[in-house]
T-cell receptor, first 117, second 112 residues
Framework: DAGVIQSPRHEVTEMGQEVTLRCKPI?????LFWYRQTMMRGLELLIY????????DSGMPEDRFSAKMPNASFSTLKIQPSEPRDSAVYFC???????????????FGQGTRLTVV | LAKTTQPISMDSYEGQEVNITCSHN???????ITWYQQFPSQGPRFIIQ???TKVTNEVASLFIPADRKSSTLSLPRVSLSDTAVYYC?????????????FGSGTQLTVLP
């Protein structure tokens, strides 16, 4: 498996534009996470899905952010409209269902570096 | 959610054993302790996970005391390539909940 695939790797956009980040999780993984990383705030969990259903979106900063998972092999994180403070590296990760209460191993993608000017 | 506290940075020399301790006083019964490693411009990578006592794999050991309010990641004989940020986190595992919350991390610098 190629691992978690994110696209694009880099995105530069102007303030006010819509930005869509994409993620393909590892096949067979039924958990998908979206994280944001900045120097100031570190790694923040934005939202995660289980079997394509959003379980917890309490980390989504505001209504400008939305995430979807239309099927088991694809997820998007959309920012509309984008603002300079959204500049960060956005990571997608996926994990197996685990056995009983075990398994907190998540596999991360390479990230998308977003710059909003 | 259980908050984690770990040192901001540590220095070590090649060949030494490194121990990074993390505090998580409010850990819940369903929480597992997990450590990740992150290199610049890469996503975090899983190192080790445990619930209590000691866990060892091919790259590290994890020591968890009985009260589970802290944990120590032990890296044997570090090399320059072990220079990275190490995150301690507690993972909530309850039903479908899999909330993995990262702390601020420890920047480990291995010197020659």
């Amino acid at each position: 498996d190629a691992g978690v695939i994110q696209s694009p790797r880099h995105e530069v956009t102007e303030m006010g534009q819509e930005v869509t980040l994409r993620c393909k999780p590892i096949s067979g993984h039924d958990y998908l996470f979206w994280y944001r990383q900045t120097m100031m705030r570190g790694l923040e969990l934005l939202i995660y899905f289980n079997n394509n259903v959003p379980i917890d979106d309490s980390g989504m900063p505001e209504d400008r952010f939305s995430a979807k998972m239309p099927n088991a092999s694809f997820s998007t994180l959309k920012i509309q409209p984008s603002e300079p403070r959204d500049s960060a590296v956005y990571f997608c990760a996926s994990s197996l269902p685990g056995q009983g209460r075990m398994n907190t191993e998540a596999f991360f993608g390479q990230g998308t570096r977003l710059t909003v000017v | 959610l259980a908050k984690t506290t770990q040192p901001i940075s540590m220095d070590s020399y090649e060949g030494q054993e490194v121990n990074i301790t993390c505090s998580h006083n409010n850990i819940a019964t369903n929480d597992y302790i997990t450590w990740y490693q992150q290199f610049p411009s890469q996503g975090p990578r899983f190192i080790i996970q445990g619930y209590k006592t000691k866990v060892t794999n091919e790259v590290a050991s994890l020591f968890i005391p009985a009260d589970r309010k802290s944990s120590t990641l032990s890296l044997p004989r570090v090399s320059l390539s072990d220079t990275a940020v190490y995150y301690c986190l507690v993972g909530r595992l309850s039903g479908s909940a899999r909330q993995l919350t990262f702390g601020s991390g420890t920047q480990l610098t291995v010197l020659p």
